[in-house]
Structure formats: C-alpha cells, structure tokens
C-alpha cells in the first residue's frame, strides 16, 4: 500500500468514527433500518387489529332506518304541526329493471363495480380522515358501501361506523352476487320526492314503471342520487340543472367506455325533462310548504339529506300559530272568498304569496304559499320569478345614502333633493338610453325624492340609480339581501330601477327587515331548531353583521312612511301604528305587491298571474279593473297585521336621521328683520312615526312646493339652469347619514 492509498484509508477511518460518534444517542433510533422497522411494525398493528375487527363485526340485519320513523314537525309554542314517515317505497327484483338502466347507476357511481372487492380502501381512508377532523361528510365510496350503509348501518358520520362499513362490505361482497347488491342498492337509495327505491322514483319523476325507463331517463334518476334536492329538475335552479346536465352526460359517456352503450346511440340522446312533482299525501294546507322550505333550510346547513329522510328528527318552526292563522285568513278575507273562476277566467291565475318575519330575530312567523301544496306545488312564498317592481325603488335610495352621492350636478342625494318627474324624460349619464313612462304617462315637473316615493315615480329613480352607480346600487341590494344573479334578471341596466329582476316574498321580506333592523341583516328563516338524539345542527343565524350603515337604513324607513301617509300606500294606514311600505305593480300588471312594517313586524305580500306555463295579466281580477299593489297586496297586509299585533301597544320607530317623512321640522320663530332673509341652516328636528297623516302632509308639502336641492336633470323655475339652494325648512341635504345627529321619536 503506498502513501497515499494510506492516507485515503486513514481519512476513511476517521469519518466513519465522526458518523458513529454523532449517531450516539436519540439518532441511533432513526437511521432508515429502523424507520424502516417501525413502518412495517405499524403496518402489522395495523393488519392485525383490522383483522380483530373483521373476526369481532358481523352482518347485522337490516337496519331500522330501513323501515324509516317518522320526522316531527312542530310550531314555534312546540304544539305538533305535523309527522312525516309514511315511506314511499318499492322494491323490485333486479330482473325488472332494464340492464341499460342497471349500468346506468354503476356507471354514475361505480363503473369498476361488478370487478371490485366491494370497497373503496383510498375512498374509506379519506372519509376518516376527513370524519376524525370534523370536515364533515366527504370521501367516497363503493356501491357495496353505499348499500352497506343505508341497508346494515345508520347515516351518522363517525369513524366506528366507516370501519364498520368497510368491514361489512367487505363480508357482504364475499357472500352476496354483484347482482345482489347492485338490487339492494337501487332499491334503497333516496331519489328525492319521497321516494326510496328505483320503482317509486320511476313512478315519482317519470310516471312509469320501472321496466319501462328509457336509458336517458334511467340516467337522470342515477343523477339524481348524489343530491336528490338539488338535481330535482323542477326545484332546481339555473346552478343545480347545469349540475345535473353535467352528471348526466358523465353517466352516459361512461357508460360507452364501459362499452354498455353504443357511442352512435349516445350521440342522439336527449336530456329527458321528468314531469312536474305530485303533492305529497298528507301535506295538505300550508303545512307542506312549511315541511319543504324546513328541509332546504336544514340541508343547506349542512344536514344529510339521506340522514334525514331515514327520520327520527324534531324540527321546531319559527312559524306563530296565531300569526299564521291571521295571515290565511286574511288572503281569504281580502282575495280568494272574491274569487270565482267559473264566473270571470282570469281570477283563476290569481296566486298569492306571502312571509311575515320578526325583524328582531329573523324568524318567519307566518307563511302563505298557495292554496295548499297538495293543490298548487310551488311556493308563491319562495318562488323568485315574478318581477318586484316599485318595491326595489327604496333599495335604489338606501344605496344613494349609503354610498354619499349625488346628482349629475353635484347635489347631495337626499329625500329632499328635487328631480324633474317628467314621464318619459331620457335619463341623462347613462351609456344606455332609457326614458322610462310613469304610471298613466303621468308627469309631476318639479317633485321631491320625497314625493317621488310616495307616488312611485318611475322617471325620478330611473335617474337616481344612474346617478348612484348602476353597479352600487345592485350591490347595495345584495347587501341587503337580493339574489343577484344574472339568469334571475338582475342586469346591470337602467331598467332595473323598475325592479325587473326577479324576487319572491320571502326574499324581500327579508329586505325590508333589514331596513326595519336598522340596516342589520336578516336573513328569513324557517327553522328554529333541529334535534335527532343528540345530535343538533348549527343553524346560521338569521340577523348577522351589518348590511347597510344605520343613517341609511333609517332614512329610507322614515320615507316610506310618507309612502303610507301621503301616497300609494294608505290602505295600509292604521291608528296610531308606526307603518312603512312600499308599492309595487310590474308592467302589463303580471305581479303586484306590498311590502312594509311596523317596527316589530315585516310582512312582503305578492300577487302572481300565473297563466299555462307563463305569467299573465291581473287586469280584472274579481271584478275589478286594473290590479295595483296599493290593492289587494295592501288589502291583505293590512287585514293581517292588525289581527298579528292585536292586543299590542301601538309602536313607534326609533330613527336615527333628520330626513324623510317620519322627521316633522320645527317651523322658525316669528321673523324679525335680520332673520326672515336669512333662514336657520340648522333647524331642530323631532322624529314623528306615530302614523297619522297629519304628521306626513307637512313634510311632503315642505319639500314638493318648491325645488329644493334641484338635481341636474330638474327644470328650475326660472328657466337658469342653476341649481336652487337647500330648503331651509328642510334639514335633509346636512350631510350623509353617517354624519347627521340622533333623533328620537317625540312621546
């Protein structure tokens, strides 16, 4: 060996000794034999306890859910409404249903099924990680799983109960044929509409035997299964009926690679439309729409559809007995008892819907969807395609004082700033034209933001919104609780300020129970509570976080008491009671409506021509000529509320503004030489909201005689062209809400 092969060897030695030294201690235990080690100890733990479990589980019988219990439905005094768990259900032997639709379910939620070991081992593990973290109820799972846990198990998402499945699953694929559980699976799965099983959903959504599915159809119901409420056709939204297009064409496409379907074959296939739903026995009245808007509630909180179905729960409505016994009996009183089909055509598309809430808690007191759910399906009270008209022109405002603008000319946006009211006039600033008609083509010249609400002057807020911002005031009305979306209507054009989005009942009761709340959210709901043993959902709460600023709020309720004191909507006035509203009627007189309130209760009432399959003119309902909101809408919301709050002190509201009709100015001293030239620029102001006309006729009368605050698109008196200075009398162009003094109410 020369020098330097020595050298190298020493250097060599001298390393490996400086490894061995640091590898001393903890280290010692983690080089990779060990890790090593450990893993395949860990695995063999692992191996041998899941071997314990599937010595120790066995198949159980069928499970009770099986059978289904009955779910509570109760008022909000805890008196039972109603019980639910008379299943619909049928089973078929796999030899009736068509072997198309058969690969229809595998292809949609197992296409490897029949060539599987019956479980899903990635798909487990993922579901008890997510379970063990609280992530809810994701992972996925085999077809044999999915029979596992609806036929053997319960619904709860708990880690036992995922080990117990994967184990029995995988007993049951050894014991039972592909065709066994495949039979087992289709017939006790939940497709929605209170169907269990293929033959009473083929019944449910077709209106045919289960041996009489087309491929397309057989495709949808296996659609249906991963959200029964949701892909239900005629429940669903623009959203859900993507989704289930989407599903659909998923089934199919992988039925031809699975080679169960000839691609020319699947080329020509057409999505098939499944009928219009059948009431549900038993749900008569308007306890079924109740049942409905409670389980969309829940399940949109994140309760299992499948889970809840199977029953057991306790469900407590914010529904008031004594509330919604009012309300029926007011739509009968004021409406349906004036009806007669037989006599006049049209009184036969008269459909009414209403949602009475509690500003203070959001909850929904009352509800009136229809003449029934076994009579008239859908839900006037939560359907959203019927225009709100008018009643959006108070959002338009709220959005002007929320947001501190102004006119074209640079004049703050208050319910004294003038606009010229003449019909038809071409909004100006807008890149769209639009030159919108008022009611009867009628022109005012010269009115007040004031006035303007009172007698729903069209041309006024079609250039108020402009002036705002098209796009604030749609997010104002966002804000405050409007559905937004496109496909409902809701553009981004000048004609939105005439309300020609879409809205139902219930959403715009929970609009102006945010202007009631002064500005806080509320969201309506249905729903007080939710029990099944122990478990209870979290439910959102209804009043959460601020929607608009309290200044802004408060202003635009002390405007529309001037609505019903001075203007449109007087036949909702009522004796010494604080009331706000607004009217609304849309074009051709399709839908007409009235939403107001007392300081503690909010009630939005719609009326609906609902013709075959389109919406139709009122013009003529009982009798009568053209068909308003400031008639039977605020007929009906009149009769109602003063039955809801008899036996009530009349109330008053507590409004933080100094401006509007509910702010009654404090005329100046005598004059004397040095002040009748010169007006105070900061008058005192009390806030009047006890509801008597007198108490509105000053305050409109202040603000409409003359051009006060005139905007860039008024026509001042003198023909200038200059903009007038503010009202003196009128307080109302002091600043944004934000920086305006706190009023309260005089005794």
Known sequence: MGRAEERRARQKGARRAKRAAKSGGIRRFFTWKWVLG?????????????????????VPPANAAAKAEANIYKYSDGTIMAKTGDVNRESVPLSKIPKEVQHTFVAAENKDFYGDSGVSFTGTARGLINTALGRGKQGGSTITQ???????????????????????????????????????????????????????????????DVEDLSVEQGAYL??????????????AGPKGKKLVKARWNYVLDNMVEKDWLPKSEREGMKFPV??????????????????????????????????????????????????????????????????????????????VGAVSVDPKTGGVVAMYGGAGATEHYFNNATRSDYQPASTFKPLILASALENGSATQDGTPITAGTVYDGTSRRPVKGSDTAFAPPNEDNKSYGPISVQKAMNNSVNSVFAQMAVDVGLSKVKDTAMDLGMDGRVDNGF????????????????????????????????????????EKGDERPQLPDPTNGQAISRGAADSVTSVLTG?????TGQAVRQQGQAVAGKTGTSDDNKSAWFSGYTPDLVTSVGMFGEGDKKQVSLKGTAGGGRVNGGGFPAQIWAAYTKTALNGQKASKFDLDTDMGAAVKTTP??????????????????????????????SASESTSGSPSATSSSASPPDGSGSPSPPDPTNSASDGPPGQRGRNKPQP
């Not at 450990?38 to 066995?58: E, P, R």
């Not at 296996?222 to 429940?235: F, G, I, M, R, T």
């Not at 609505?563 to 203007?567: I, N, P, R, S």
Request: charged share 25%; net charge positive; with cysteine.
């Open 491 to 530: 553009d981004v054009r000048p004609a939105m300020s005439l309300g020609v989005m879409g809205a139902s009942p219930k959403q715009m009761a929970g609009v102006y129970a945010t202007l009631d709340n002064h500005g806080k959210k509320v969201t309506p709901a249905i729903v007080k509570s939710a």
């Open 274 to 351: 499944p009928k219009e739903p059948s009431p549900i026995p038993g749900l008569d009245g308007q306890t079924g729409y109740f049942v409905e808007e409670a389980k969309k509630e829940l399940y949109k909180a994140g309760v299992n559809e499948n889970e809840f179905e199977a029953g057991g729960w306790t469900v407590t409505l914010n529904i008031d007995r004594k509330k919604q016994k009012a309300l029926e009996k007011a739509v009968r009183t004021e409406l349906t008892d004036k009806l007669d089909p037989k006599k006049r055509p049209v009184d036969k598309h008269a459909q």
């Open 563 to 567: 609505v019903v004191d001075d203007g």
């Open 146 to 208: 999915q029979y596992v846990k609806n036929y053997y198990l319960s619904q709860e998402q708990t880690v036992s109960r995922k080990l117990k499945e994967l184990v029995i699953s995988l007993k049951v694929d050894q014991q039972k044929s592909k065709d066994y559980i495949l039979a087992g699976y289709i017939n006790t799965s939940y497709y929605g509409r209170g169907a269990y099983g293929v033959q009473a959903a083929a019944r449910a959504y077709y209106d045919k």
């Open 668 to 697: 100046p001293p005598p004059s004397s030489s040095d002040t009748s030239e010169s007006p105070t620029s900061s008058p005192s102001t009390s806030v009047s909201t006890s509801g008597s006309p007198s108490s509105s006729s």
């Open 38 to 58: 450990y893993v395949l100890g860990f695995c063999a733990l692992l191996i041998g306890a899941f071997f314990v479990l599937y010595l120790w589980v066995d």
């Open 222 to 235: 296996a659609s249906v299964l991963q959200a029964p409420s949701q892909y239900d056709w005629a429940a």
